[in-house]
C-alpha cells in the first residue's frame, strides 16, 4: 500500500537508476503489483535508457495530458503502461510496470491540470485490498516542485537521492531545506560514492539516511543504459541492497501513512493494457 516519491537534485545524482532498482527488487504480496510512474517534467530517461528506443514514443506520460482533460485518465492511465518484469515475469506476469515519462519537457506544461487527478490515482490504486498496486514515482530534479509538486506532497513517503560527495552534498542542501519547508518528513537516500558516512551526511542535510545503495557503475549502466546484464544480475550489490532499501522505505511509508489515516482515496479501478 505504498506510494513512494524520488526526488534528485542537480549533478544527477542517480534517482531513476535507484527507482528502476527499487522496482526490480520491490517484495511483492500475493495479488500485488509495484508501477513505476516517471514523473520527471524534464524528460523520460527510461525509454531510450533501460528500453533502449525499443516501443518508441508510443506509450507514456505525454498521452495522459488530452485523456486527463477528458475526464478519462484512469482508462488511459493503463494502457500506457510497459511490462519490464523480465523473466520473472513468465510466472507472475505483469507485476512490474513502468509508465514511461515525456519525451519533451515541453510536454509537460500540458500536464499541469493532470498531476492532482494522478496523485488521487495512485493513491487510490496503492490502496485496493486486493490486486492494488505499490506505486514509485520518479520526480527527477524538478518535479517536486511546480505544479507537479502534488505528488510529492500526498506521498506517503518523500526521498531524496543524493551521492555523499561534497558537489552533491552542496546541491541537496538547499533542495531538502526547501522540501522540509513545504511538505516534511524528507529522507534520504545515499548513493555511497564519496567518503562521507551515512552519520556526517544527516548532520550536513539535517535529514535521515534511511536507505544506502552502492556505487557500482557497471551494474547501474544495465537499468540506466540497458546494458547487458553480468551474470547473477538480481544477486549483484546493487540490488541486494535495494532490496534492504525496499523494506526501509516500505516501513517509512507505513509509519506515515498511519500518522495520517485516515485519508481520502482517490478514484482507481479500469482494465490494465500492458504493452512488452
Known amino acids: 500500500m505504498s506510494v513512494i516519491a524520488l526526488a534528485g537534485c ?15 527488487s520491490w517484495p511483492l504480496q500475493p495479488g500485488r503489483r509495484m508501477v513505476l ?15 533502449q528506443g525499443s516501443v518508441g514514443d508510443r506509450y507514456g506520460l505525454r498521452n495522459l495530458s488530452v485523456a486527463s482533460r477528458k475526464g478519462e485518465l484512469v482508462e488511459a492511465f493503463w494502457r500506457q503502461l510497459i511490462d519490464v518484469s523480465g523473466e520473472e515475469g513468465k510466472e507472475s506476469p505483469h507485476n512490474r510496470l513502468v509508465l514511461p515519462g515525456v519525451t519533451d519537457p515541453a510536454q509537460a506544461a500540458g500536464l499541469g491540470p493532470a498531476w492532482d487527478a494522478m496523485s488521487q490515482l ?27 509538486a502534488v505528488l510529492a506532497q500526498r506521498a506517503d513517503a518523500l526521498i531524496v537521492v543524493v551521492r555523499n560527495t561534497v558537489r552533491s552534498l552542496q546541491a541537496a542542501q538547499v533542495r531538502i531545506e526547501a522540501l522540509e519547508e513545504r511538505i ?33 557503475p557497471r551494474e547501474a549502466r544495465v537499468l540506466s543504459d540497458g546494458a547487458e546484464q553480468p551474470r547473477h544480475f538480481t544477486k549483484s550489490p546493487l540490488m541486494k541492497a535495494a532490496r534492504s532499501a525496499c523494506t526501509v522505505l516500505e516501513q517509512r511509508a507505513a509509519m506515515r501513512r498511519a500518522r495520517l489515516a485516515p485519508r481520502s482515496a482517490g478514484p482507481a479501478g479500469g482494465e490494465v493494457g500492458y504493452a512488452g
Open 122 to 148: 495512485f493513491t487510490g490504486i496503492g490502496e485496493q485490498p486486493v490486486d492494488g498496486h505499490d506505486v514509485l514515482i520518479d520526480l527527477g530534479r524538478n518535479g517536486a516542485f511546480g505544479s507537479s
Open 10 to 24: 542537480s549533478g544527477a545524482p542517480g534517482v531513476t537508476t535507484s527507482a528502476l532498482a527499487l522496482l526490480l
Open 37 to 51: 510512474a516517471e514523473c520527471d517534467p524534464d524528460g523520460s530517461a527510461v525509454l531510450y535508457g533501460l528500453l
Open 184 to 216: 516534511g518528513n524528507v529522507g534520504v537516500l545515499m548513493i555511497d560514492e564519496g567518503p562521507y558516512p551515512a552519520g556526517e551526511v544527516q548532520r550536513v542535510l539535517r535529514a535521515p539516511v534511511v536507505a544506502t545503495l552502492p556505487f557500482v
